[in-house]
């Protein structure tokens, strides 16, 4: 007996209003602010030009260990004051960072706030960084980065990064580093990194019922003691696509499956077709109902789950897929993936394929953005990509104009399955000659 049913359609994008957004300069910093009437809880967010893209080449993983190390006390506490006075307002401090940014955040309610920041500011500003501390937290995220390591998927990440972006600059190693980048840090290299980019002013996000708060006061609170302006950001990195397609086997003896790493260099976040070409990665990899999903999963069966989408930060971006096969399948599988992704590179989308994914994204809008914590992330994104404050209430209205001429347009543009890097990491043995027979590119195998 066979169960046949058919696919639900797309539903309607539900409403959405993004919350009135508030800039102020404070203190020689920047306030911005979104109202959420009657809301009783608040969240602040200090927002660092002190991304992962700011950490010198060799010395990859100081954010991550800065990070942990603003938990061990601060200038004027031990770390089991601090922690005391934190949980007294029952929140904690929450630490981020990306290729742009580092961020720390806390949400408490309302009438807390001010002394929220208060202990935020105490944390970025003036942590303790004892030597012994900074020591102790470098080797746990050491011993957690090779325990990490030791599973399929982090060396082939790595290996395609080096491969798209070139292992010779911070662009082209990982955002958290390697096992062997964070145990050569020493107490200095932190210590640095902190006076260089943790004593600038940076912005502070806000997302809460501004009627009830002082947006001068939290700032000031936020930017006592600091000094020096914005550095130079940079623009977009010109990375050449490759002249051809190309395979790196990375070797894991003896495994039953491979894990498979395509990609190739893409937009920056500012770029115009940004709506476009997120809505061409959905369709073809982005969500579980998208082509590669369909394709390698449901009709042929090799994986549990694929997934191809385009990623950005300030300055550069990427095409990639991932998934994982068992061994025996694994030439089938890429030859799979790559037929797929030329296919959409050539033909473009369906209006029924794009109806789904406009409505999904554009429904995700007003199931994402409620909390205060979504709120200060959507704000994040308007003062580190330099958008306007009513990017995200003209975001549902892009999504769902986009029409299959424009995400077919920027599909043709941005896909390049002739230049796609093909990472492996499996048994070599097993798969080097299959590889080489499917005529998909150059085999190479990867060293270190």
């Given at each position: 007996?066979?169960?046949?049913?058919?696919?639900?359609?797309?539903?309607?994008?539900?409403?959405?209003?993004?919350?009135?957004?508030?800039?102020?300069?404070?203190?020689?910093?920047?306030?911005v602010?979104?109202?959420?009437?009657?809301?009783?809880l608040?969240?602040?967010?200090?927002l660092?030009?002190?991304?992962?893209?700011r950490?010198?080449v060799?010395?990859?993983?100081?954010?991550?260990?800065?990070?942990?190390?603003?938990?061990?006390?601060?200038?004027?506490r031990?770390?089991?004051?601090f922690?005391l006075a934190?949980?007294?307002?029952?929140?904690?401090l929450?630490?981020?960072?990306?290729?742009?940014?580092?961020?720390v955040?806390?949400?408490v309610?309302?009438?807390?706030?001010?002394?929220?920041?208060?202990?935020?500011?105490?944390?970025?500003?003036?942590?303790?960084?004892?030597?012994?501390?900074?020591?102790?937290v470098?080797?746990?995220?050491a011993?957690?980065?090779r325990?990490?390591?030791?599973?399929?998927?982090?060396?082939?990440?790595?290996v395609?990064?080096?491969?798209?972006?070139?292992?010779?600059?911070?662009?082209?190693?990982?955002l958290?580093?390697?096992?062997?980048?964070?145990?050569?840090l020493?107490?200095?290299?932190?210590?640095?990194?902190?006076?260089?980019?943790?004593?600038?002013?940076?912005?502070?996000?806000?997302?809460?019922?501004?009627?009830r708060?002082?947006?001068?006061?939290?700032?000031?609170?936020?930017?006592?003691?600091?000094?020096?302006?914005?550095?130079?950001?940079?623009?977009?990195?010109?990375?050449?696509?490759?002249?051809?397609?190309?395979?790196?086997?990375?070797?894991?003896?003896?495994?039953?499956?491979s894990?498979l790493?395509?990609?190739?260099?893409?937009?920056?976040?500012?770029h115009?077709?940004?709506?476009?070409?997120?809505l061409?990665?959905t369709?073809?990899?982005g969500?579980?109902?998208?082509?590669?999903?369909?394709?390698?999963?449901?009709?042929?069966?090799?994986?549990?789950?694929?997934?191809?989408?385009?990623?950005?930060?300030?300055?550069?971006?990427?095409?990639?897929?991932?998934?994982?096969?068992?061994?025996?399948?694994?030439?089938p599988?890429?030859?799979?993936?790559?037929?797929e992704?030329?296919?959409t590179?050539?033909?473009?989308?369906?209006?029924?394929?794009?109806?789904?994914?406009?409505?999904?994204?554009?429904?995700?809008?007003?199931?994402?953005?409620?909390?205060p914590?979504?709120?200060?992330?959507a704000?994040?994104?308007?003062?580190?990509?330099?958008?306007?404050?009513?990017?995200?209430?003209?975001?549902?209205?892009?999504?769902?104009?986009?029409?299959?001429?424009?995400v077919?347009?920027?599909?043709?543009?941005?896909?390049?399955?002739?230049?796609?890097?093909?990472?492996?990491?499996?048994?070599?043995a097993?798969?080097?000659?299959?590889?080489?027979?499917?005529?998909?590119?150059?085999?190479?195998?990867?060293v270190?």
């Open positions: 007996m066979t169960l046949i049913t058919t696919r639900p359609g797309p539903g309607t994008a539900r409403p959405y209003r993004f919350p009135t957004v508030v800039r102020r300069d404070v203190a020689g910093g920047r306030v602010a979104a109202h959420l009437p009657g809301q009783n608040a969240v602040a967010l200090l660092l030009d002190a991304g992962a893209g950490e010198p060799g010395k990859e993983g100081l954010g991550a260990v800065l990070a942990k190390a603003l938990e061990e006390g601060t200038a004027q031990d770390a089991t004051a922690a934190v949980e007294g307002l029952g929140t904690e929450a630490t981020g960072l990306d290729w742009d940014s580092f961020q955040s806390v949400q309610p309302v009438d807390r706030l001010g002394a929220a920041v208060q202990l935020l500011a105490e944390a970025v500003r003036t942590p303790r960084l004892d030597p012994d501390d900074v020591r102790r470098r080797d746990d995220e011993t957690a980065l325990m990490d390591w030791a599973n399929p998927g982090p060396r082939a990440d790595a395609l990064r080096a491969d798209l972006f070139g292992a010779d600059n911070r662009w082209g190693r990982p958290y580093g390697d096992p062997g980048s964070v145990a050569g020493d107490v200095e290299d932190v210590t640095v990194f902190h006076s260089e980019w943790f004593l600038r002013p940076g912005t502070l996000i806000v997302a809460g019922d501004l009627d708060l002082d947006l001068d006061a939290l700032g000031a609170a936020a930017f006592a003691g600091t000094g020096g302006g914005p550095a130079e950001q940079g623009g977009p990195i010109e990375v050449p696509l490759p002249a051809g397609r190309r395979i790196i086997l990375v070797d894991r003896p003896g495994s039953v499956q894990t790493r395509l990609g190739h260099p893409a937009p920056h976040r500012a115009p077709d940004h709506v476009p070409t997120t061409a990665g369709v073809l990899g969500a579980f109902t998208s082509r590669l999903n369909h394709l390698i999963r449901e009709v042929r069966g090799y994986t549990y789950g694929i997934r191809g989408d385009f990623a950005s930060s300030r300055r550069f971006g990427r095409f990639a897929v991932s998934s994982g096969v068992q061994t025996a399948v694994t030439a599988a890429l030859v799979e993936a790559v037929g992704i030329s296919r590179r050539d033909g473009g989308v369906t209006e029924d394929e794009l109806a789904v994914a406009r409505s999904w994204r554009a429904g995700q809008l007003s199931v994402e953005l409620q909390s914590r979504a709120i200060a992330s704000l994040t994104t308007l003062v580190v990509h330099d958008l306007p404050d009513d990017y995200h209430a003209r975001l549902r209205e892009a999504l769902l104009a986009a029409d299959v001429e424009q077919s347009a920027a599909a043709a543009t941005h896909l390049h399955p002739e230049a796609l890097t093909l990472v492996i990491e499996g048994d070599a097993a798969i080097r000659d299959e590889l080489v027979a499917s005529g998909l590119g150059e085999v190479t195998d990867h270190g």
